[in-house]
């Protein structure tokens, strides 16, 4: 069993449904690429005779588009970079600070990863879009939720700067939850 013998890069990435492991073997020699995603085999392929190039493949529940680059740098020396939705791994960790809020919580010895999506206002836990219910309050909004049997509320409220924009706090059996960040 020759697993993993070849393997040139493994990267992390953070989506609505979890975390994922990307995992790359470039056999230089044979030209063989292989592409695990969360230890599963994506792409196989044997005999590459062209050694730079890409692999595009999908990550987690939505399907999101990933390309790892193979770029040739000095003579036998390769170079791999990962790109999600078009955009470097950097620029797409960026971006999702910006459109998502992350919580990591544990309750009754479990532990739990909420995500909100913004501009959706869908709300992920554990990999699965939860049903959500939301309601106008005073002073914002609320979507209610459950995790375990748990009762969940995330709470949107305006800051009152134009910058900053709207504030979003997660509360679980009455008590504020830290934003986690990834």
Same mark, same amino acid.
């Given at each position: 069993?020759?697993?993993?013998?070849?393997?040139?890069?493994?990267?992390?990435?953070?989506?609505?449904?979890?975390?994922?492991?990307?995992?790359?073997?470039?056999?230089?020699?044979?030209?063989?690429?292989?592409?695990?995603?969360?230890?599963?085999?994506?792409?196989?392929?044997?005999?590459?005779?062209?050694? +730079?190039?890409?692999? =595009?493949? #999908?990550?987690?529940?939505?399907?999101?588009?990933?390309?790892?680059?193979?770029?040739?740098? /000095? *003579?036998?020396?390769?170079?791999?970079?990962?790109?999600?939705?078009?955009?470097?791994?950097?620029?797409?960790?960026?971006?999702?600070?910006?459109?998502?809020?992350?919580?990591?919580?544990?309750?009754?010895?479990?532990?739990?990863?909420?995500?909100?999506?913004?501009?959706?206002?869908?709300?992920?836990?554990?990999?699965?879009?939860?049903?959500?219910?939301?309601?106008? +309050?005073?002073?914002? =909004?609320? #979507?209610?939720?459950?995790?375990?049997?748990?009762?969940?509320?995330?709470?949107?409220?305006? /800051? *009152?700067?134009?910058?900053?924009?709207?504030?979003?706090?997660?509360?679980?059996?009455?008590?504020?939850?830290?934003?986690?960040?990834?």
């Amino acid at each position: 069993l020759e697993k993993m013998t070849d393997l040139v890069a493994v990267w992390e990435v953070a989506l609505s449904d979890g975390v994922h492991k990307i995992e790359f073997e470039h056999g230089t020699t044979s030209g063989k690429r292989v592409v695990y995603v969360d230890g599963k085999e994506e792409i196989r392929k044997e005999w590459m005779f062209k050694l +730079v190039g890409k692999e =595009t493949f #999908t990550v987690g529940a939505a399907k999101t588009k990933a390309t790892i680059n193979i770029d040739a740098v /000095s *003579g036998f020396a390769y170079e791999y970079t990962l790109e999600i939705n078009g955009k470097s791994l950097k620029k797409h960790m960026e971006n999702r600070s910006k459109t998502t809020n992350t919580w990591i919580l544990s309750l009754g010895g479990t532990d739990y990863r909420v995500v909100l999506e913004k501009d959706t206002m869908d709300v992920w836990c554990n990999g699965q879009k939860l049903e959500t219910a939301g309601e106008f +309050v005073e002073d914002g =909004t609320e #979507t209610h939720f459950t995790v375990g049997d748990h009762s969940c509320c995330i709470k949107a409220v305006s /800051s *009152g700067k134009r910058k900053e924009g709207i504030i979003h706090t997660l509360i679980v059996d009455d008590r504020e939850i830290p934003e986690a960040v990834e």
